[in-house]
């Protein structure tokens, strides 16, 4: 595809280049301004099936492209459009199956992404459209399964992502939507089963969660420094698996009831049960070993628990774990 849009439309956008014959000349690719269907003639449209790896990756001037004529094309190989900074418009084939990893990092003028027509495809790949900072709207294709690993990480102008009509997503990926620092809402879709590690983290603008009854796990850091979040609403909190460091750092979410004794195991040691107030004494939720700064939480029953992992248990159960006294 490089060669033959060298070939036909980049004739006059020529550097010189040195071979074994001497210097000649040679299209700038980096001059490329737009792709349409206008550009591809007698039947070559037809013929591909792959773009292949980096093939027009940091076409910094490129903005427009629309391959949707390609009506053969399966796949999009990684870096294919890489570094593409001025890209603001995108139109794919139906019949794509595939867009590899890091095809489209570093598009950053995109503000629009439309995925919706493409049937064929089940993932989106790892770094796919990581340091898109200008976009705004996606449209998901309808047979989602996975939002792969640093996905959409550093899209910062992102306000809402509604994931409700995808109805066969069930996991989002590790760092997926990290520093999406403006978005305001999440709907999840009601098969999602898993939240990865450090998915939303950084997302400073989240204030309220809703997670539905069909996710079991969501691991470390998966919403840690979201630091404006206020309310979590779990729809089955008995059978979700919730990391320690979940929700780490999200000094709003974090409650503190009536009748807690709140303070440094340092400060409070003293009052505790016999055997927790003694070097080597640990926390029966995080296992951890009290030390002298260590932020505690004292329990009108006198057993103690580090803050944060006491803060995430009171969320599925309402009793203390050691004697299983009612709070």
């Known amino acids: 595809m490089q060669k033959y849009i060298e070939e036909k439309f980049l004739q006059e956008d020529q550097i010189y280049e040195m071979d074994s014959t001497g210097w000649r000349k040679k299209p700038d690719l980096s001059r490329l301004i737009t792709i349409e269907p206008s550009h591809f003639s007698d039947g070559f449209e037809q013929t591909i099936t792959k773009i292949q790896f980096g093939e027009l990756s940091c076409c910094y001037m490129l903005v427009s492209l629309d391959i949707s004529s390609l009506c053969n094309l399966k796949e999009i190989e990684s870096c294919a459009f890489r570094s593409s900074w001025s890209l603001r418009e995108i139109k794919f084939p139906p019949n794509l199956e ?105 997302c400073t603008s989240l204030v309220r969660l809703r997670i539905p009854a069909s996710v079991n796990e969501i691991e470390t850091s998966a919403f840690s420094d979201c630091t404006n979040l206020e309310k979590v609403i779990f729809d089955n909190i008995a ?89």
């Open 98 to 202: 595939k867009i590899s990893s890091g095809s489209f990092t570093d598009c950053f003028s995109l503000a629009k992404l439309d995925l919706s027509h493409l049937l064929k495809m089940s993932m989106i790949e790892s770094d796919l459209f990581k340091n898109f900072w200008a976009l705004q709207e996606i449209s998901f294709p309808p047979n989602i399964q996975k939002i792969g690993t640093r996905t959409f990480t550093n899209c910062t102008r992102l306000v809402r992502l509604d994931l409700s009509n995808y109805e066969q997503l069930e996991e989002i990926g590790f760092d997926a939507f990290v520093n999406a620092w403006s978005l305001q809402e999440i709907i999840f879709p009601q098969n999602l089963r898993k939240i990865t590690h450090h998915a939303f983290c950084n």
């Open 239 to 327: 059978g979700i698996s919730i990391a320690e460091r979940a929700f780490q750092n999200c000094p709003k979410l974090a409650r503190r009831y009536p009748g807690f004794r709140y303070g440094k195991y340092s400060e409070l040691k003293g009052i505790l049960k016999f055997e927790q107030g003694q070097s080597g004494a640990i926390c029966g939720i995080s296992l951890e070993e009290f030390q002298e700064d260590s932020d505690i939480v004292v329990l009108p029953c006198g057993h103690a628990y580090m803050e944060e992992a006491f803060n995430m248990w009171i969320l599925r159960q309402k009793i203390c774990p050691t004697c299983k006294v009612a709070l």
